[in-house]
C-alpha cells in the first residue's frame, strides 16, 4: 500500500515534509469526502458507500485502510468513526472553509447558457 506517511517521499515532494505527506493523502481521490461523512456520523462500510454515491467498494476499502494507517479513522462501536486526531483535522478545515466562501464570492458568476 503507497501510503503517504512524513519522512518518505510523496507525490509532489521528494522531502517527506508531513504537509505534503497529509497533503497527498488528502488530495486522493474520495479521501476528503470519507472523512466529511464520518464527521457527520459514524458509519458501516455499508452506510459510508451509500453516502459517498458513485464511490467503488474497492476504492473506499483502500482509502479506509489508509486514512485508518494515517490514524485519522478507527473502527468504534458503530462502525467507522474519526479518531482523535481525525477530528482535529476535520476542526482546521473551518478557517479554509471560511476562506473558500469569501473566495467563492469575489468570483465572477458563471455565465448561463
Same mark, same amino acid.
Given at each position: 500500500?503507497?501510503?503517504?506517511?512524513?519522512? @518518505? *517521499?510523496?507525490?509532489?515532494?521528494?522531502?517527506?515534509?508531513p504537509?505534503?505527506?497529509?497533503?497527498?493523502?488528502?488530495?486522493?481521490?474520495? =479521501?476528503?469526502?470519507?472523512?466529511?461523512? &464520518? @464527521?457527520?456520523?459514524?458509519? =458501516?462500510?455499508?452506510? %459510508?458507500?451509500?453516502?459517498?454515491e458513485?464511490l467503488? *467498494?474497492?476504492?473506499?476499502?483502500?482509502?479506509?485502510? +489508509?486514512?485508518?494507517?494515517?490514524?485519522?479513522?478507527?473502527?468504534? !462501536?458503530?462502525?467507522?468513526?474519526?479518531?482523535?486526531?481525525?477530528? +482535529?483535522?476535520?476542526?482546521?478545515? %473551518? *478557517? &479554509?472553509? &471560511?476562506?473558500? +466562501?469569501?473566495?467563492? +464570492?469575489?468570483? *465572477?458568476?458563471?455565465? !448561463?447558457?
Amino acid at each position: 500500500m503507497n501510503t503517504a506517511k512524513p519522512g @518518505h *517521499p510523496v507525490r509532489g515532494s521528494g522531502t517527506g515534509r508531513p504537509i505534503m505527506a497529509l497533503l497527498d493523502l488528502l488530495g486522493r481521490r474520495w =479521501s476528503l469526502r470519507v472523512l466529511w461523512e &464520518l @464527521h457527520q456520523a459514524p458509519a =458501516s462500510f455499508r452506510e %459510508l458507500q451509500s453516502r459517498c454515491e458513485g464511490l467503488s *467498494p474497492s476504492v473506499l476499502n483502500t482509502r479506509l485502510n +489508509e486514512l485508518r494507517e494515517a490514524r485519522l479513522v478507527e473502527n468504534g !462501536e458503530r462502525g467507522y468513526q474519526l479518531s482523535r486526531l481525525g477530528l +482535529e483535522l476535520v476542526e482546521q478545515f %473551518l *478557517p &479554509l472553509t &471560511l476562506w473558500a +466562501e469569501s473566495w467563492a +464570492e469575489n468570483l *465572477p458568476l458563471p455565465a !448561463e447558457n
